[in-house]
């Protein structure tokens, strides 16, 4: 019984090791898209918009850098306003039919009550922030 005792402490104790699992992440979050250099250099305009893209606008959960999750990526999404020459602003504030993915707009239109109490300051700072992502590779 006494050996049974120390053969059950001994694996309980190994099975508890304190070493830690590093985990993969699902996505790369845009800060770390700028600590490896893949926005560095924005202006004072577009890092607001990051600030209230990772914060208050809570975009990220939607919108990765350069891959379509929920939403269309951020690239997309400044290629294409910049192609057709279209105003985000003006669409985050409710007053433009989406150009970019259209049908998935349903998804996207209860995010507009949100956008909708954005400052101008916020939206054309969010606006200069994916447009950081159109001169890159």
């Known amino acids: 019984m006494k050996q049974l005792s120390t053969l059950l402490l001994a694996i309980l104790l190994f099975s508890c090791k304190s070493e830690k699992e590093e985990k993969e992440p699902l996505y790369q979050d845009t800060n ?10 924005l202006s004072p305009e577009a890092q607001l918009g990051q600030e209230v893209f990772d914060g208050k606008g809570n975009c990220y959960s939607c919108h990765k850098p350069d891959q379509k999750v929920v939403g269309p990526s951020i690239q997309e999404i400044a290629n294409i ?49 994916f447009y950081s992502y159109t001169n890159q590779k």
């Open 32 to 41: 770390s898209a700028i600590a490896e250099g893949t926005t560095s250099d």
């Open 81 to 129: 306003y910049k192609t057709k020459k279209g105003n985000m602003v003006s669409f985050l504030k409710g007053n433009e039919d989406p150009i970019v993915d259209p049908e998935m707009f349903e998804t996207m239109k209860t995010n507009l009550i949100l956008t909708k109490t954005f400052t101008d300051e916020e939206l054309k700072g969010l606006e200069a922030y």
